[in-house]
């Protein structure tokens, strides 16, 4: 058992998950999760719930396979394999957004990339990943539910911001829970802005360039952000 997580940590992370549904990335389904701070090979997730509803009681730890520590009984989410193989892959993600937020969805089933259409969305300059259950693991039920679906859905992702899961939605990582929930919120913007493009004609995206010098900007921005929408939740009861 690794010590206990900062109780700011846990709190941020409660706000993120309130944020998140607020601000319409995440519904009854979806979830955020952040990595241990005094422990890089643990992470915290909420219990299987609502998203928009949790508070700090309800927020786990889980170790990088996934089992949960200290859940006392309490349902943890089917896809924590998600959260766990990403954080083994990355040492440089602190935060995991899975999300099935509905703009993204289109995109994943086409087979084609999320590319930033504005400067909000620089960091999706190398363009989203796309994890094909079926190619690994034949006909499912879609999710990822095992740790070698965590595993190939990590592998797909590689050194992306961002992995569509086809028919399912998507996984969106950061360096900071601000981050994560910036990078999930603006992933389902600029999809609902690249389909709009998409239909009126060829679209100029950013390049290379443009998006790493956006996405670099908008990082020394996030606390301006995350300060406006951790108001818009409200108390927390
Ligand atoms: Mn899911």
Do not use: C
Not at 25 to 38: M, T
Not at 40 to 47: D, K, Q, T
Not at 116 to 125: A, D, K, N, Q
Not at 131 to 144: H, K, P, Q, S, Y
């Amino acid at each position: 058992m690794p010590p206990a997580a900062d109780p700011g940590l846990v709190d941020k992370l409660v706000v993120a998950n309130r944020i998140l549904y607020r601000q319409g990335v995440v519904d009854g389904f979806g979830h955020a999760s952040v990595r241990h701070d005094a422990s890089p090979g643990h992470f915290l997730l909420a219990r299987n719930m609502a998203p928009g509803l949790v508070r700090a009681e309800d927020i786990v730890t889980f170790d990088l396979d996934g089992a949960a520590l200290d859940a006392a009984g309490r349902r943890v989410y089917l896809e924590r394999f998600i959260h766990g193989e990403v954080y083994r892959a990355r040492p440089d993600v602190q935060a995991i957004v899975h999300s099935h937020s509905p703009s993204v969805i289109p995109f994943g089933v086409t087979g084609q990339a999320l590319r930033p259409v504005f400067h909000m969305s620089g960091f999706l300059g190398e363009g989203t990943a796309l994890f094909e259950i079926r190619n690994v693991a034949g006909d499912t039920d879609m999710l990822v539910s095992n740790g070698p679906l965590g595993v190939a859905l990590a592998a797909a992702l590689g050194s992306r911001s961002a992995v569509l899961m086809r028919g399912h939605g998507s996984t969106v990582v950061g360096a900071s829970l601000e981050q994560a929930v910036y990078r999930a919120f603006y992933a389902e913007v600029n999809a609902r802005l690249q389909i709009q493009a998409m239909g009126l004609g060829e679209v100029t995206y950013l390049n290379a360039q443009e998006a790493a010098k956006a996405a670099a900007i908008n990082d020394t921005q996030l606390p301006r952000v995350w300060e406006l929408w951790r108001q818009e939740i409200g108390t927390i009861e």
